[in-house]
């Protein structure tokens, strides 16, 4: 291989990660905008989309239907946690909401031990998930094309939704003030359940490129997205959707990239060294890559 | 509140069975860990998720220290070979396991303190994570993800009695001290209290060193009282069981890491006894698994609904 090969080569795997990775930390941010809550539990979205995946994935359906199945599940999931567990609290402290998504994050994956099994189990993907094809020296698999293409796909209809349409428009108009916006006579409500449905789809979608790269489900299958759109969502700005984006670009990047240059023995502390620059984000520049509206959390 | 828990420590001492004397051994090794947390979360308001790293350091450190150099050359074989000979007392095992989390706790702490609310999480969280991947590699000390083995069991019923018993008071304590009315007055109002000239930074630092080192010294008791372990103890299990419990009991104040500590527990082996139970008399044709969790975390999302200060609120008991 060349070095332009190489780089091609790097590009490619960045962006499909990256993108697999943008959309976990929208789905995260763009809740958080709005309530100031860190959901815990939205890993937990991508494991119930995966265990419909599982549950249907046998049957007579052809795999494109189950997988809208599998996201439809992940956005009513969202909706029933944001009814059931999180008005209650909307009220409440950011740390009380936050330590409540923790709760509902345990809730459901001791709920999936219990109910399904403590052991991962093996999902049925189509062959397309494994599949490469050759392109002038390049190994591309297809599994990443398509979620390279399926993620700037819906970061474009994201940005549509969010510029042209009346509810739209309100998501951003609450994230920046949400007393003003209701106060113009948007439902709070109506806004919050958009905002968790959105969260939900995106979880819904990583589920399937995330389990179609993994072939298999377990009560745990959430908590590495939930741990990359932390990672990605402070990197680039809790506050901002732009952000979010670009921080889960180059957490991609940066995940292929360490993968390239760190040494054998350095490498089983990558997590170690992603979290170290989440630290260091937090610490001297808080507010992420992209400034948002307002910070309140330093002293 | 020390009289009854001395009260039901000797009537478990005395008549309970072998199985409610380890129950009440760990009750009271988590009582220590929940009032580390009780020491920083509660006076300061910021959530620490890194706190069972801070019991995993404790483990490990204790451990290292208290081990014979023949179970080491077992349990430990690409150990530093200067480390091998060195054995200490059991008392001075537990204390240089505080003080070693203690340490970790004081050179990256400071920074972390500036940050609250959600930042304040994130980034205990992810020092939670650091800690638990360097665990899980170091192996020269750690024996990798891999299961150490070889403590001796000196952890017995009443040691960890009178961990708990003065930690408590420790707790007590330093509430009232003049650094911790200024943490509190911090946690009630950030600006008030910078204005009225409280180094928030500071107080925070002193209060998430201490818990450290409290919440390493329970995690080196219960190395010995376990005997053989891995990293993955030190990871987000017990993190949800010990902040379920300073939730559920209220962490705003010492009386409720006690009654949080205790209900918990409660909760936890009287569904485990259901659990195990339903298991024996099989039924299910499955394993149940799982059930105890499921009931505590749905005890602690009732709690945060319904009661968000939790079971004490900021109430002391005086007894």
New interface residues.
Partial sequence: MNVLQEVLQFLINALSLGGLYALMALGLVIVYGILRLVNFAYGELVMVAGYTLLMLGTGPLPWLIVAAISVGMAVLTSLLLERVAFRPVRQASATTMLITSFAVSALLQNAAILFVSPRAKAVVTPSFFTENFQVGGLLISKGNLAGLVVSLLLLGLLTLFLRRTLLGIALRAAADDFVMTRLVGIRANQVIAAAFAISGFFAGVVALFWIGRLGSVGPFVGSTPVLVAFVAAVVGGMQSLTGAVIGGYLLGALTVGLQLVLPQSLLDYRQAFVFAIVLLVLLFRPQGLVRGTTITERV | MIGPLVILASVVHLFGGEVLQRILTVLFINLVMVLGLQIFMGNS?V?SFAQIGFMGIGAYASALFSMSPQAKAMALRNLYSWLVPVQVPFALAVIIGGLMAALVAAL?GY?????????????T???L??VH??L??WSEVTNGPRTLFGLDGYTTLWVSVAAGILFLLVALWFKETPLGLQLRASRED?AAA?SIGID??WVRWVAFVLAAFITGVAGALWAHFITSFSPLAFY?PQT?LI??MA?IGGSASVSGAVVGALAVTAIFEGVRGIENALNIAAVFP?A????T??C???A??LI??LR?SGIMGSRELRL
């Fill in positions: 308001g959530v990256v920074p972390l303190m500036r940050l609250s609310g959600a930042a304040a999480v994130i980034a969280f992810a020092l994570i650091i991947t360097v899980i590699n950030e910078a928030i930074v987000l949800f902040i379920s939730i499955f149940v698994s799982g059930l969790e499921v505590l975390s749905i602690m999302i945060l609904i968000p």
